[in-house]
């Protein structure tokens, strides 16, 4: 997956390891939180490769995300 760094660097941030959490538990919120969402990380990177076609730099969408999960 071309942006998987970019995006198990916004899922920490978003979501941060609490202390309680084990490894595998982290994974699955973050996991979940796709599911909820209604897409996959590969289907993210690929949205993200769309955006970088038209323009947008992987820093401004990556940006607009954070923007997004800060809202709620």
Same mark, same amino acid.
């Given at each position: 997956? /071309? #942006? ?9 941030? +978003? !979501?941060? %390891? ?8 982290? &994974?699955?919120?973050? $996991? %979940?939180? !796709?599911? +909820?969402?209604?897409?996959? /990380? ?9 955006? +970088? %076609?038209? $323009? #947008? ?8 995300? &954070?923007?997004? !999960?800060? /809202? %709620?």
């Amino acid at each position: 997956m /071309k #942006y998987e760094a970019e995006i198990n660097n916004i899922i920490s941030e +978003v !979501f941060p %390891k609490e202390d309680w959490m084990t490894e595998d538990e982290h &994974k699955e919120i973050s $996991g %979940k939180t !796709f599911e +909820v969402m209604g897409i996959s /990380k590969q289907e993210l990177s690929n949205q993200i490769e769309i955006g +970088v %076609k038209n $323009g #947008y730099s992987v820093s401004e969408q990556m940006n607009i995300i &954070k923007m997004a !999960f800060n /809202k %709620k």
